[in-house]
């Protein structure tokens, strides 16, 4: 993994957790204002950044942060953010509790089993966009589901294109097959769970990840689909992070 850091290390520290196949470079751009208030931690996940060798598995990105933390924070820190796949990384961080997370915000987490077929229809579409530029007809399906239009196809500008087949194929399939395990019930972090009323698999996985957690606030933002609140209502999506971390 390659762990990026901004912002003074007076500040109290917030791990930022990218979304599936995402350029860690536009997830800082886009959460830059919080450096004013935060240490930010914005590791990328092995097979997503150049130099970068393969993805390997959720559980080992989670090891590498784990042991980043460690090192450099004693093993704890004040707040995290996840936005889509890096909520499901939160998710396994908070399972595996082995660092302490005061207050996690997981975004548009998507947790809900899909299955297999799911994962290797998305693999085989964005493989053809890397090698031809154009997506299938399929994406307006998925786009559908996820409460967007063809409009917000724009928003794929966000992808980090220089990944391999196999780190596409591995990261797809583990992300659409991944499950809830019930030992997240024995993390005490305060969570919050935000999403759009337009994404039902994200609705499907707070409903899954409520089975659990000791300690949650679910928020619906009215009208939104996925990223749509960090990536079109940036600025206010900073200040409801740094609100979230700030209150009692």
């Not at 220089?162 to 596409?168: E, F, H, I, K, L």
């Given at each position: 993994m390659l762990f990026n850091e901004f912002g003074s290390k007076e500040n109290p520290s917030l791990l930022i957790l990218h979304g599936m196949m995402c350029d860690w470079r536009n997830f800082y751009n886009a959460l830059k204002p919080l450096e004013e208030n935060y240490r930010l931690i914005i590791p990328a996940q092995d097979g997503f950044y150049d130099g970068s060798g393969d993805f390997t598995s959720f559980a080992d990105q989670c090891r590498q942060i784990e042991e980043y933390i460690h090192e450099n924070y004693g093993g704890k820190f004040h707040g995290a953010y996840g936005a889509s796949q890096g909520g499901l990384m939160m998710t396994e961080l908070l399972t595996r509790n082995k660092i302490q997370i005061?207050?996690?915000i997981m975004d548009g987490c998507y947790v809900a089993h899909q299955g297999r077929f799911s994962g290797w229809g998305t693999y085989r579409m964005f493989k053809r966009y890397k090698d031809t530029g154009k997506f299938p007809a399929f994406i307006n399906i998925m786009m559908r589901l996820m409460g967007l239009k063809e409009e917000d196809?724009?928003?794929m500008n966000n992808l980090y294109m220089?990944?391999?087949?196999?780190?596409?194929r591995r990261n797809f399939m583990e992300n659409y097959?991944?499950?809830?395990?019930?030992?997240?019930a024995e993390n005490d972090a305060m969570v919050y769970l935000?999403?759009?009323s337009k994404e039902p698999y994200a609705l499907k996985s707070h409903k899954e990840l409520k089975r659990y957690l000791k300690n949650c606030e679910e928020e619906i933002m009215d009208g939104l689909g996925h990223g749509e609140f960090l990536l079109k209502h940036t600025e206010e999506c900073c200040k409801k992070i740094h609100q979230t971390l700030i209150q009692d």
């Open positions: 005061n207050k996690a196809l724009g928003m220089n990944a391999s087949d196999d780190t596409m097959t991944y499950r809830t395990r019930p030992e997240i935000w999403c759009g």
